[in-house]
């Protein structure tokens, strides 16, 4: 025994990990048995960035959705209907570039990949369970017949590691939808078991609106320790890690497009509290939910919308105004990574002092808060190893000092159509005409200078290659604080 646990821990680099991983080992064998039996092959994802819309190769044509930092998975057409194979499986996430997370996921990357199907579509998939644990999954907001429904013990007995469970029914209502377990619903989904389904009509549908760009994410959240890499599975509320897809800002990808394009976006929420999302310079209104298209008499404008626990919200809008604008979860602490909630908040109170006596004693101490916590943005602090910044992102001004449930929507005049090749690529940052800048004043009379940023010429987007430094800004912007703590240099 002795010698056995000795050996796992060597080769598996944690007794922790050894009884999953050896749980997980054998499941696959199975797995790999079970390929026999005339299983389609398996699709998995290695990377977290966001794959280009999958075009149907065969059965009813429709305009592909695209996945926030995911993908879709590809089927196999047999017989007229569409198999896709899902693995569920521990899986390495990055949340953000320098964070990764051991999550649960299918196929490779947690969220699991999209489910794209026609209204009507007649769908078989195939569930392999390679996890250390038996779970099931339940098709959230489908019509389907009640054994296909995917409950522990209410509908069916759980899906064993290694056994292979195949699910069937016809997609009947067109609209969006999301995939997860219900088994041991509360540890499986805070290891990040979900995925996105959406199912197309398959022809104009009164209600459903033909849209340039169909952007599809779920709202989850993780309970993370600073420098840990495995979520506690035991949180029930107090969650630290707010994502889409499983990914933070700076880690989530800016959406790209066209300008007068008419934009959908999809989210679902598995979280377990409400996320308003808000976004600026534009109006939206709720489409559809997970319960179908909203009638067009019950449609509002809104700028920012609550998605509950459970909910899926179906958000359009035309952007036509172009620039970089903020898209996000209203809720502040949403916006951060992980630290200390503990912090108290010093607002005020003069810390220079304090600092001076707890450096004699503390090498290194720093005094933070005194002016808000905007300077942590900037702060160069020493962080364990796999932790995000709790405010992080650079823009062409500098710091945006924000993590969790933030992205840009980048609208352009010259941004190529969606079904170009070109279509999604990130434009850089936007450059402001002249004149339609917010800048210091100087006084009557004295008219600031007003130019372009200089746009940074490599790409932006959080998965390519980033240029170092923010560009340079021919306006003057020093922030003045508005308390008077001249000694205090920034
Ligand atoms: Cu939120």
Redesign the pocket.
């Known amino acids: 025994m002795t010698s056995r646990r000795h050996f796992l821990s060597g080769a598996f680099g944690g007794a922790a990990l050894t009884a999953a991983t050896v749980a997980t080992a054998a499941s696959a064998e199975r797995v790999r048995r079970t390929s026999l039996l005339g299983l389609p092959e398996p699709v998995a994802q290695s990377r977290a960035d966001t794959q280009a819309p999958l075009s149907p190769p065969n059965g009813r044509s429709y305009r592909p959705v695209l996945t926030l930092n995911g993908w879709t998975l590809p089927w196999r057409m047999k017989d007229g209907v569409k198999e896709f194979h899902l693995v569920a499986e521990p899986v390495l996430r990055e949340i953000a570039p320098g964070m990764t997370a051991r999550l649960w996921g299918y196929n490779g990357q947690s969220p699991g990949p999209t489910i794209e199907v026609v209204e009507g579509d007649r769908v078989r998939i195939f569930v392999s369970n390679k996890l250390p644990e038996v779970t099931t999954v339940h098709w959230h907001g489908q019509r389907l017949p009640n054994g296909m429904d995917g409950v522990s013990g209410l509908t069916q007995p759980p899906i064993q590691p290694g056994e292979t469970w195949v699910y069937e029914f016809t997609a009947r209502r067109p609209g969006t939808f999301m995939y997860h377990p219900h088994a041991d619903e509360m540890v499986q989904m805070a290891m990040g078991l979900m995925g996105f389904w959406v199912t197309h009509p398959k022809t104009r549908h009164p209600l459903i609106s033909e849209v340039d760009r169909d952007i599809c994410f779920l ?1 989850n959240a993780y309970d993370i320790e600073p420098g840990a890499s495995s979520p506690k599975v035991n949180t029930m509320l107090d969650f630290n890690l ?1 994502t889409w897809n499983s990914r933070a800002f700076p880690g989530i990808d800016s959406i790209h497009v066209r300008q007068g394009d008419r934009v959908r976006l999809r989210i679902g929420n598995l ?1 377990m ?4 999302m808000h976004i600026h310079g534009h109006e939206f209104e709720v489409t559809g939910t997970d319960g179908g298209p909203v009638p067009k008499t019950a449609r509002w404008p809104e700028v920012t919308t609550d998605i509950g626990v459970g909910q899926m919200r179906q958000i359009e809008f035309i952007a036509d105004e172009v620039g970089d604008w903020a898209f996000h ?3 502040s602490h ?1 916006t951060m990574n992980a630290m200390g909630h503990g912090v108290p908040s010093l607002i005020g109170v003069k810390q220079d002092d304090l600092a001076r006596q707890i450096n004699q004693l503390v090498p290194g101490y720093m005094a933070m808060g005194e002016n808000g916590m905007h300077d942590m943005a900037e702060m160069d602090m020493e962080l364990p190893d796999n932790t995000l910044p709790m405010m992080t992102g650079t823009g062409p001004f500098g710091a945006i000092g924000m993590g ?2 933030f992205s840009t929507i980048k609208v352009r005049q010259d941004q190529p159509p969606a079904h170009h090749p070109d279509g999604h690529r990130d434009p850089g940052w936007f450059r402001h005409p002249p004149g339609t800048l917010a800048r210091l004043w100087q006084g009557e009379g004295s008219s600031a200078p007003q130019a372009l940023p200089d746009a940074p010429t490599a790409p932006t987007s959080p998965s390519l290659p980033r240029p170092t430094e923010a560009a340079p800004s021919p306006v003057e912007l020093t922030v003045r604080k508005p308390a008077g703590h001249s000694g205090h240099g920034h």
């Open positions: 709202l707010w979280t509290t409400n996320h308003p979860c209203h809720k949403h969790g449930m």
